[in-house]
């Protein structure tokens, strides 16, 4: 009876001994899974300058690139590229711009988010800040505030990291960093985590 007894508590230790190895091999073996899923994925290192020569000289010859060579060569094309030219040393050298604010909308159409158009030095810019940010009822959370409350014909000093340009708008796209008026700042670029 003893040893009838012993072996049924025997195998009960065993059923459990195998079922718990069984449990940490799946555990191991599903770390080692997401492990190797995490090594595969390619780290994104930068292209060299003859990967992007190639990769924009490929680009140009698809009709979106055609088409994009033809605009820069066009009148409406030049001119813009003109006003991007007149700032570039301000964007190079992160220095202040002086600008007028002429409307508070985008050109219809435009999907560039939050911004306005400014006068700096004669010519017409689009200042954008980028998509505007809801919490989770729809409400903004008003990282714009301050810009919302500028005028038309207001003064304002811009920095900015970055000017582009593209066919759809007839004017330079001016990324916005830095707001000032009247020696009040009213809107500086924060950092994405992560980097830029």
Not at 34 to 63: F, H
Not at 156 to 161: A, E, G, N, V, Y
Request: with cysteine.
């Amino acid at each position: 009876m003893a040893i009838i007894k012993l072996t049924v508590t025997m195998k009960k230790i065993i059923y459990v001994l195998i079922l718990s190895l069984l449990v940490v091999s799946g555990i191991v073996f599903a770390n080692r899974e997401t492990k190797n899923e995490a090594s595969e994925e390619t780290v994104l290192k930068p292209l060299s300058a003859a990967e992007i020569k190639a990769a924009k000289k490929e680009w140009e010859s698809t009709p979106a690139g055609v088409q994009f060579k033809q605009w820069e060569a066009s009148p409406a094309g030049l001119k813009v590229h003109a006003s991007a030219a007149k700032i570039r040393k301000y964007i190079k050298d992160s220095s202040n711009m002086e600008g007028v604010v002429t409307s508070l909308s985008l050109p219809e159409g435009s999907r560039l988010g939050f911004g306005v158009m400014v006068k700096i030095d004669g010519e017409d810019y689009i200042l954008t800040f980028g998509p505007e940010s809801f919490n989770k009822n729809r409400v903004s959370n008003n990282e714009f505030k301050q810009l919302r409350s500028l005028k038309v014909n207001d003064k304002i000093m811009i920095k900015s990291h970055f000017v582009s340009y593209a066919p759809k708008y007839s004017y330079p796209i001016l990324a916005g960093a830095y707001v000032e008026r009247e020696g009040k700042i009213i809107y500086k670029r924060v950092p994405r985590k992560g980097g830029c």
